[in-house]
């Protein structure tokens, strides 16, 4: 495959990675890319995409890296303890989120927002996490990517796919790998999600919130595209339902009441 006329050059860790991904992806699936004239560009953008598999990360990259450029991934930062995977994404140029302690995820906001204005392609989830939607849909959205969205002038690309949950089913099937027959894997770039109302104006908690839901909204509409069905108008809120599922086991956890003593008749 001839290279992209914008082509990012990568390490010897990158170059050990696309030795191991490019064929693992071709195996799982047959991987079909639209719109990559969006994200075959140069200079920094946040690539913003729905969270349905474990395998995400996998077809993400190779249909990145195939329109020439390299994303840093935001990920969780115990998998830089895994042994060999976390080596790859230190010598990537990942950047880890922490979401503990004082001033949980400030290093890697900022950490990306270096990175984009050093012109690289930093990809985040929104939902944080791989969603727990009934129906797959994308979930209510975290604060941090209207955060890093607002956080400089570069563009924002929404990115849809689908069939990597079929190929690897998570949460809500149940974790299951479905390798054979190679599935069709879906990967479509759109066009820059306009937020310059949101960053021309005071860049605070409340544009913060807008700037989320304007992001996880074009992604939801693209994934609705992808699919081929109409998109619910509402997010699923993954912290209430759990919160409803705790009262609901405590409620069913709750002796009965017992039963009051007959009364005694009167003589």
Same mark, same amino acid.
């Given at each position: 495959?001839a290279?992209?006329?914008v ?7 990158l ?9 693992l992806a ?5 991987q ?32 990145? @890296? ?36 004082a ?7 900022e ?30 959205? @975290? ?5 890093l ?23 809500v ?8 027959p ?28 807008a ?27 993954? @912290? ?17 009441a ?10």
């Amino acid at each position: 495959m001839a290279r992209s006329p914008v082509y990012e050059k990568g390490n010897a860790w990158l170059a050990f990675c696309k030795v191991v991904m490019y064929p693992l992806a071709s195996l799982l699936g047959r991987q079909k890319v639209g719109g990559a004239e969006h994200a075959r560009r140069r200079g920094g953008y946040l690539l913003v995409a729905n969270h349905i598999s474990h395998l995400d990360p996998l077809f993400d990259a190779v249909a990145v @890296r195939k329109t020439g450029r390299i994303p840093r991934f935001m990920a969780k930062a115990s998998l830089w303890k895994v042994p060999v995977l976390g080596k790859a994404l230190a010598g990537s140029d990942q950047i880890p989120v922490d979401r503990t302690g004082a001033g949980a995820g400030q290093n890697s906001l900022e950490a990306a927002t270096a990175a984009l204005n050093a012109g690289r392609v930093v990809l985040i989830y929104p939902d944080g996490t791989v969603t727990r939607d009934p129906e797959m849909w994308p979930m209510k959205p @975290r604060m941090g990517v209207g955060a890093l969205a607002l956080s400089g002038d570069f563009p924002v690309i929404p990115m849809a796919h689908w069939g990597s949950n079929q190929v690897y089913t998570s949460y809500v099937q149940g974790r299951r790998f479905h390798p054979w027959p190679r599935k069709d894997v879906h990967t479509v770039f759109g066009e820059p999600i306009d937020l310059s109302d949101l960053r021309a104006g005071a860049r605070d908690a409340r544009a913060v919130r807008a700037a989320s839901v304007r992001i996880m909204t074009a992604v939801r509409d693209m994934v609705g595209e992808v699919r081929g069905i109409t998109p619910p108008t509402e997010f699923y809120d993954q @912290r209430k339902a759990e919160r409803l599922a705790q009262r609901s086991a405590a409620a069913d956890a709750e002796p009965p009441a017992a039963a009051a003593p007959p009364e005694t008749p009167d003589r």
